[in-house]
């Protein structure tokens, strides 16, 4: 089965047990990042985006009622105390952080693995 195999590869890759049943495919990028942001957030809610990004994903974001919250990228990539910032300041209405941590577009960068760790330590904070 495909995502017993994709959950085999990540858990390698990163070291972490990966569960089959939190994985799924999509008909691309749009649709996966539609589907998140329908399925995690109401309209209202808040999502924090990195700056610049994809040219579509704010217009995909405005579509599902979502309201945008830039921070800056870094060389390194998202800025994660400007977005721990963004976060205690918004109280818990910040329902998703879209970032694209391998060869971000359109900067190219890619995300340190110490803020991959400290992103999921945020994200299991708020």
Known sequence: DFLQALAKFLGEQYGQPCDPGTLMTTGGTSMGMDLCARAH???GDYIVCEG?????????????????????IC??????????????DKGGK???????????NPTGATMSNAKRQRLVQLAKKY
């Open 41 to 43: 957030s109401q309209p």
């Open 52 to 72: 610049p990004t994809y040219f579509l994903a704010h217009t995909m974001f405005r579509n599902a009622g979502l309201n945008l919250l830039d921070v800056p």
């Open 75 to 88: 060389e390194d990539g998202m800025d994660i105390d400007a977005l721990e910032k963004v976060c205690e």
């Open 94 to 104: 910040v329902k998703l952080v879209y970032t694209i941590p391998i060869h971000q």
